[in-house]
């Protein structure tokens, strides 16, 4: 099942929340059937509405996890100087200084057809630059 406006943590709570039901919809089938005596069940069903309680509660403070996330935007004017001290690390730089460079900041570079991704993280700056 595909969960795409869920962050992984409230994936795997709504997953488990979903196996849990499942599993208590077929206690409540075994017992309507008569295949099984309620006596029988009563703990196991009561552990996984116990679990149930508990996923659903983890489950709400992820949520309000995630609605407190805030994303502040960096100055236009810092961005630029980052750049600008990027572009002449690149520029300047020796050849294996630019490969060093590169390889710390670029994860994986994935190439697919026409389309190539790069994954990456924004390298910090020093002093130094």
Known sequence: MFLPDLDEGERAV???????????????????TGKVVLDDLAPRIRELRSRQEKLLARR???????????????????????VNDLRRTLDEGVLTDRRAFIRSF???????GQEIRLIYTLPLLTDSL
Not at 61 to 78: F, G, P, T
């Open 60 to 82: 709400g403070e992820l949520e309000i996890a995630m609605s407190d996330r805030k994303v502040e935007l960096a100055d236009i004017k810092l961005v630029k100087s980052y």
């Open 106 to 112: 670029v994860r994986e570079i994935i190439v697919s």
């Open 14 to 32: 709504t997953l488990f929340n979903m196996t849990n039901a499942l599993r208590l919809d077929k206690l409540y089938d075994a017992i309507e």
